[in-house]
């Protein structure tokens, strides 16, 4: 992974207008001082993204919490860009988010869904974007079931690319948005204990979650039937854990409980889904375990019931709601600092 030294970052609001095309007014990817932009060009995943540039998303995402809880949510930072949101896959709080967040940015906004356009008369990926981007496209979001395809995005078309969940590989802004949710409650990381539990596998969350949270110092354990769990993690610094409970005795500041994704899945990574319950699932009993003031997390969507039950999901430790929220500020700073804003100033390289 870079390390890189900490930009300055002038005295800027993230609520100046970017202009212009996005795609030329991105930063190049370097090595240099980035003056509060992002050195990243996309955003692909968060292995390999360096702790400055995640902080600057932070930073950002904090002032542009601030725009959200105003009569008038909309800045006109992207005013000009066009926006284009092509999911191939079913999502709810990432399509919503990206879009709304799109929307305060004050971007025109398209939205492509797979199943209503031609890649259902056999399109492929390439020619469906060459002709979106024949309509003077800046951005694109893209989820997709395979694994790499906003990676192969970015050697196609001139766009920034962000990337809404690629397969089983990364959830970049959902990686984010966890990180700011635990970032705004203790504001540094290093120390702090993270465990995720369930199917890491088969989760892009976790994936994100990991690369990012390691980055920032957090300690990160993660749980779950050793069929579910990839042994190479491991070798990344990660604490493996197939026993809930003893997971638990090491003490924990923050679960982030993952989803049992059954569409993913063959039955054979688990004998029933009770089991799994009754082995793994988060109810009161292990959230008291949980160290004080601890945050319970959960990326959505829920199985109520079998990862987490009712009482801990609505709980007084849950911020499982703060994310979503916390997702759409987040989501607006990428956006503004991928198109070439600058951070806004704030605890960087504390
Ligand atoms: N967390 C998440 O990605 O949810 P959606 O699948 O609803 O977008």
Redo the contacts with the bound molecule.
């Keep these: 992974m870079t390390k890189t030294k900490t930009a300055d970052t002038p005295a800027e609001t993230p609520h100046q207008s970017v202009s212009g095309n996005a795609a030329q007014n991105r930063p190049a990817q370097t090595d240099s001082a980035t003056d509060g932009r992002l050195r990243i060009r996309h955003l692909l995943g968060l292995e390999g993204v360096c702790r400055e540039d995640i902080e600057r998303i932070l930073t950002t995402a904090e002032s542009f919490k601030e725009v959200l809880d105003r009569p008038i949510k909309k800045v006109p930072p992207l005013r000009g860009q066009t926006v284009v949101n092509l999911f191939y896959e ?6 919503i988010s990206f879009e709304l967040a799109e929307k305060r940015l004050s971007a025109d906004v398209v939205n492509f869904t797979a199943s209503t356009s031609s890649v259902t008369k056999g399109e492929s990926l390439r020619d469906t974007v060459k002709n979106i981007l024949a309509m003077r496209t800046d951005v694109i979001v893209i989820r997709h079931p395979s694994p790499g395809a906003p990676h192969f995005l970015t050697r196609a078309t001139d766009a920034i690319v962000l990337n809404a ?1 690629d397969g089983s590989h990364e ?1 970049p802004t ?1 990686g984010l948005l966890d990180i700011y949710t635990i970032w705004e409650r203790w504001r540094d990381l290093r120390g702090k204990r993270v465990l995720i539990v369930g199917d890491v596998a088969h989760s892009r ?1 976790a994936r994100s979650n990991i690369w990012g949270l390691l980055t920032m110092g957090a300690e990160v354990a993660i749980c779950g039937p050793a069929t579910l769990i990839p042994r190479s993690f491991s070798d990344y610094g990660v604490e493996v854990y197939t026993d809930i409970d003893k997971a638990l005795d090491r003490g924990v500041d923050a679960i982030n409980v993952l989803r049992i994704q059954r569409e993913r899945q063959g039955s054979a990574f688990l004998p029933s889904l009770r089991e799994y319950s009754r082995l793994f699932g988060i109810d009161s009993e292990r959230a008291r375990r949980l160290r004080p003031g601890a945050l319970v997390m959960h ?3 829920m199985n109520r019931g079998v990862e987490i039950t009712s009482e801990v999901a609505d709980g007084a430790n849950s911020v499982i709601l703060d994310q979503v929220t916390n997702g759409l500020a987040v989501r607006m700073a990428a956006l503004y600092l991928l198109c070439g804003g600058q951070a806004t100033p704030g605890r960087e390289g504390e």
């Design positions: 079913p999502s709810t709080r990432t399509r969940g959830h959902q969350v990326p959505g969507p």
